[in-house]
């Protein structure tokens, strides 16, 4: 099914979100332990065409799983979204030669370099407090 835009809101945006999303999201993703939670909120920050974004929050209970902390180190290192998605997608080979994720990601964000700086800012954090005061964040995640 094609979604087209029949809005007749006058805003401007330069968002390219997916057209089932809004331009301007805040969300929350709860669910059992288990039930992809976290591959939801990865498919949507890491695949290509689902959200444009250039602040996120993300926080939760469980920022301590390694796919948190291979995020938050590309996040840190400044990679491209499509270089954080190679990580996952190569998790197999990465595992098998023993390589440690932030490691290749450090050598990742040597190659990029040669690439122009993305604009995005992430917080990764536990503590839900922070997050109710700052307002210019417009992507929160509570995982």
Request: a positive charge; aromatic letters at 8%.
């Amino acid at each position: 099914m094609e979604i087209k835009n029949l809005s007749w809101n006058e805003n401007v945006t330069n968002k390219n979100n997916h057209p089932l999303l809004p331009n301007c999201l805040r969300g929350l993703i709860e669910g059992k332990s288990g039930c992809g939670k976290t591959t939801l909120l990865l498919n949507l920050l890491l695949r290509p065409g689902w959200l444009d974004y250039s602040k996120l929050s993300v926080f939760g209970k469980s920022l301590f799983q390694p796919e948190y902390k291979i995020l938050r180190k590309g996040f840190e290192e400044q990679l491209p979204k499509e270089m954080k998605m190679r990580v996952f997608e190569n998790r197999d080979e990465v595992l098998r030669e023993q390589i440690s994720p932030n490691q290749l990601i450090e050598e990742l964000a040597k190659i990029k370099r040669l690439v122009p700086k993305s604009q995005l800012s992430a917080i990764f954090t536990n503590q839900l407090m922070m997050f109710q005061t700052q307002k210019n964040y417009p992507l929160s995640i509570k995982i």
